[in-house]
Structures are given as structure tokens and as C-alpha cells.
């Protein structure tokens, strides 16, 4: 058993507390590798923003878990090395599958761990998510649940279509759960692929799709029932059309992807929308940059010197989240 304390990370109760009551949001940036994990560390710390490093259980057997635990750990010696005295790191499992998968997670050293039964029926949602949030409050572990179903595709989870969550379930869930978040679908949506061309409109000058937009009815509806309470948008990546068009013309195929728009985000973030999921943006950041950088020199073979631009783009890109769409710079609770 690793408390996560002494790894030095923080669970995700005060943070959300101060992002609901400054009416800004919480970045949750997945990770799996170690350029992801120094230009998160590095774009949180210089801006002093509490963050999420997210991982899901694909990444979790992509890097090792016992790894994983020690690049955590590092992170939190790398973000006071880079002058964040108190640095609010959260470790939170993406999309927790069973209690087995949770309870690992906790007993790894997790400080949050998400338990996603939204493709269960109501009632087994319920059970299983108190399962996972009575074990893990014993150790201060924080957790976050899912009501409603996301379209889109991530590592193991696939949906082909969404279901808005019914404001009218939310108390019940939550009282009955204890969980600490819910994450609801509003019209987000996993993956570069977030809606089909069918489900947009297209701009008559670019050519470009331009998304439907999210259900603030039904966001403002959960609020009323349960004011206060921290709200997670998963599926928040906004799929810059510069990146895409960088791949695009360096070998890359990717047609018609779409994301969620900036202002939509930004807007969401002033309301009890505490935590935001953003994990494409930072693949696309990344395969941009490789492909350039590749294209530009075929000579090239040190991966340092093509990873090392894609760390710069991804550190880039994470600042300008923090900064410009959640307003969770120079928020640390120092
Ligand atoms: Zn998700």
C-alpha cells in the first residue's frame, strides 16, 4: 500500500472547492509518457496551477504501473525544482472500469481514481460506485463518477451514441454514492472524431465543420440540483485545426476532425465546471510537431530531436488551455 501523500500529490477536494468558488476549472491532462508528463509539469508549474495528471488504465499498462507510481513522484519534485513550493498535484485514474482496477489504483498511490459505470444501469451505477467510494474515502481518496453516456472513442471506452444526463437522477446519485465529482454529458465527446459531418454545420469560407453546441440547459438544470457540487467535462479537447492541418500536409490523414470550441470551454469553466478532460489536443500537439519535424529533416534519427519539439508544441498548447480557456494560472493555494 503507497499513501499518496508521501509521494507528495494532493486528492482533488480543496482544489475543486477553489475552482468552483473563482468560477474557473482544473486541468486534468492525460499522460503516458515521460515528454507528456515534463511539459504538463512544466506549463502547470511555471503558470502555478494546480493540475490533474490523468491516466487511464490503457496508459496505465502502456507505462508500467510500478513506473508510473515514480514518475508521479518525480513530477512532484520536478514542479519544486521549477520553483512551485507547494505544487497541487492530483494522480486520478481515467475511466476506472471495475472495483479491481479502482482499488489498484488506490493502493498504487493514486490520489483520485474515476469509477465509470455509465454503461451500467442506474441502479448497478450506483452500487458499484459506492463500492469503489467506500474504499477509497478510507484512505482520503477522492472519487468522481459518471452519469449520462459520451459518444467517441478513448483506449477502451466507446460509445456510439451520447445520452444527455438527466438532471432529474443527479441528487439521488450523488447522495446515494457519496462520490465526490460527477462527470456528465452535456454534448462532449471523446476522440478527434467528436461529431460526424452530418451532426455539423460547415463554414461556406473554409470548408471547415463547425460543431453543435454543448447543453448549457441541461448543465444549468444539474446545477440547480445540486449547487455547489464539482462537475467534470470529459471529452474536452478542442482539436486546433492548425495541428490537423500540419498532419495533413505532412503524410498525416486526418479528414474532418472537430473538436469541442474554445468559448464553449471557457464559458463552462466559470460555472461549477471544476475539472476539464483534455487529452487529444496534446496527441494532435505531438504528432504535429513529429511529422514536421520528420518531414523537414529525413535525416534525422535521435528521437530527442524530434520529441523534443513535440514536448515544446504539447507545453505550448497546455499553457494556453491553462491560461486562455480555464483560468487556472497563479491559483495555487500558497
Ligand atoms: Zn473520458
Do not use: W
Amino acid at each position: 500500500m503507497v499513501d499518496y501523500k508521501s509521494l507528495g500529490l494532493v486528492n482533488t477536494r480543496e482544489m475543486f472547492k477553489r475552482a468552483i468558488n473563482g468560477g474557473y476549472a482544473i486541468p486534468a491532462f492525460n499522460f503516458n509518457n515521460m515528454e507528456q508528463l515534463q511539459a504538463i509539469i512544466k506549463a502547470s508549474s511555471d503558470l502555478k496551477s494546480p493540475v490533474i495528471l490523468q491516466v487511464s488504465k490503457g496508459a496505465r499498462n502502456y507505462a508500467n504501473a510500478t513506473l508510473l507510481r515514480y514518475m508521479a513522484q518525480g513530477a512532484v519534485a520536478y514542479a519544486k525544482e521549477l520553483g512551485c513550493e507547494h505544487p497541487e498535484i492530483a494522480l486520478h485514474l481515467d475511466h476506472g472500469d471495475s472495483f479491481e482496477t479502482c482499488k489498484s489504483c488506490v493502493d498504487y498511490g493514486f490520489s483520485s481514481v474515476m469509477i465509470d459505470g455509465s454503461s451500467l444501469p442506474y441502479e448497478e451505477n450506483i452500487a458499484l460506485t459506492k463500492k469503489v467510494v467506500d474504499y477509497a474515502h478510507q484512505f482520503d481518496v477522492t472519487v468522481e463518477a459518471e452519469l449520462g453516456v459520451l459518444a467517441g472513442v478513448e483506449d477502451d471506452v466507446v460509445a456510439a451514441e451520447s445520452h444527455y444526463t438527466k438532471p432529474e437522477e443527479v441528487i439521488d446519485f450523488a447522495t446515494r454514492t457519496g462520490c465526490d465529482s460527477l462527470a456528465i454529458s452535456i454534448g462532449t465527446s471523446h476522440g478527434a472524431y467528436k461529431f460526424t459531418p452530418e451532426q455539423c454545420t460547415r463554414d461556406p469560407k473554409t470548408g471547415k465543420l463547425i460543431p453543435p453546441p454543448l447543453a448549457f440547459d441541461v448543465l444549468d438544470a444539474i446545477m440547480e440540483k445540486l449547487p455547489g457540487f464539482p462537475i467534470v467535462l470529459h471529452g474536452s479537447s478542442s482539436v486546433p485545426q492548425e495541428y490537423v492541418d500540419i498532419i495533413n500536409e505532412h503524410g498525416g490523414k486526418l479528414p474532418d476532425a472537430v473538436g469541442i470550441p474554445e468559448e464553449q470551454l471557457r464559458k463552462a469553466s466559470k460555472s461549477a465546471v471544476c475539472k476539464i478532460n483534455i487529452d487529444s489536443d496534446s496527441r494532435l500537439a505531438f504528432t504535429a510537431a513529429v511529422r514536421k519535424t520528420l518531414a523537414e529533416k529525413p535525416g534525422e534519427f535521435d528521437p530527442r530531436k524530434y520529441c523534443g519539439p513535440a514536448r515544446d508544441e504539447m507545453e505550448k498548447m497546455y499553457k494556453h488551455k491553462i491560461t486562455d480557456v480555464l483560468g487556472s494560472d497563479n491559483k495555487l493555494a500558497e
